[in-house]
Protein backbone atom coordinates (compact mmCIF):
# COMPACT_ATOMS: atom_id res chain seq x y z
CA UNK A 1 0.00 0.00 0.00
CA UNK A 2 2.55 2.43 0.63
CA UNK A 3 4.31 2.12 -2.77
CA UNK A 4 0.50 3.03 -4.03
CA UNK A 5 0.77 6.05 -2.09
CA UNK A 6 4.28 7.22 -2.42
CA UNK A 7 3.16 6.70 -7.00
CA UNK A 8 -0.14 8.97 -6.11
CA UNK A 9 2.00 11.59 -4.05
CA UNK A 10 4.27 11.92 -6.98
CA UNK A 11 1.40 12.01 -9.68
CA UNK A 12 -0.35 14.78 -7.81
CA UNK A 13 3.16 16.87 -7.56
CA UNK A 14 3.61 16.35 -11.10
CA UNK A 15 0.40 17.57 -12.36
CA UNK A 16 0.76 20.67 -9.52
CA UNK A 17 4.21 21.42 -11.52
CA UNK A 18 2.65 20.89 -14.99
CA UNK A 19 0.31 23.20 -14.36
CA UNK A 20 2.66 25.84 -12.57
CA UNK A 21 4.64 25.65 -15.92
CA UNK A 22 2.08 25.59 -18.06
CA UNK A 23 1.02 28.90 -16.08
CA UNK A 24 4.32 30.30 -16.68
CA UNK A 25 5.20 29.50 -20.15
CA UNK A 26 1.90 31.60 -21.03
CA UNK A 27 2.22 34.29 -19.06
CA UNK A 28 5.77 35.18 -19.88
CA UNK A 29 5.63 33.71 -23.76
CA UNK A 30 2.51 34.44 -24.37
CA UNK A 31 1.33 37.57 -22.64
CA UNK A 32 5.08 39.58 -23.50
CA UNK A 33 5.50 38.33 -27.00
CA UNK A 34 2.66 36.56 -28.44
CA UNK A 35 -0.38 38.14 -27.19
CA UNK A 36 1.41 41.53 -26.88
CA UNK A 37 -0.31 43.10 -30.23
CA UNK A 38 -3.63 41.84 -29.19
CA UNK A 39 -3.47 43.42 -25.55
CA UNK A 40 -1.35 46.46 -26.45
CA UNK A 41 -5.55 47.71 -27.39
CA UNK A 42 -5.85 48.10 -23.60
CA UNK A 43 -3.83 50.84 -21.29
CA UNK A 44 -3.23 49.83 -18.04
CA UNK A 45 -1.99 53.28 -15.93
CA UNK A 46 -0.96 55.20 -19.51
CA UNK A 47 0.91 52.34 -20.87
CA UNK A 48 -0.05 49.43 -23.53
CA UNK A 49 -0.86 46.02 -21.17
CA UNK A 50 1.17 44.17 -23.53
CA UNK A 51 4.01 46.52 -22.92
CA UNK A 52 2.74 46.47 -18.68
CA UNK A 53 2.83 42.52 -18.86
CA UNK A 54 6.30 41.95 -20.15
CA UNK A 55 7.97 44.67 -17.64
CA UNK A 56 5.61 44.16 -14.80
CA UNK A 57 2.74 41.84 -14.61
CA UNK A 58 4.51 39.27 -15.56
CA UNK A 59 6.62 39.35 -12.13
CA UNK A 60 3.82 39.83 -9.90
CA UNK A 61 2.30 36.89 -11.67
CA UNK A 62 4.96 34.87 -11.10
CA UNK A 63 5.40 35.93 -7.31
CA UNK A 64 2.19 34.84 -6.87
CA UNK A 65 2.55 31.45 -8.78
CA UNK A 66 4.82 31.37 -6.01
CA UNK A 67 2.54 31.45 -3.05
CA UNK A 68 0.23 29.04 -5.03
CA UNK A 69 2.38 26.58 -5.37
CA UNK A 70 3.33 27.11 -2.07
CA UNK A 71 0.06 26.19 -0.42
CA UNK A 72 -1.12 23.42 -3.29
CA UNK A 73 2.36 21.66 -1.94
CA UNK A 74 1.29 21.73 1.34
CA UNK A 75 -2.35 20.68 0.39
CA UNK A 76 -0.96 17.76 -1.58
CA UNK A 77 2.06 17.16 1.28
CA UNK A 78 -0.99 16.79 4.43
CA UNK A 79 -3.31 14.73 2.00
CA UNK A 80 -0.76 12.11 1.51
CA UNK A 81 0.76 12.68 5.00
CA UNK A 82 4.25 13.97 4.28
CA UNK A 83 3.35 17.07 5.59
CA UNK A 84 6.46 18.61 7.94
CA UNK A 85 4.97 20.16 11.46
Known amino acids: MEDNNAKAYWSATLGLLTKVLVIW ?3 SYGAGILF ?3 LNAIHLGGYPLGFW ?5 SIYI ?9 KKMKDIDRKFGMQED
Open 25 to 27: AVV
Open 36 to 38: APA
Open 53 to 57: FAQQG
Open 62 to 70: FIALIFWYA
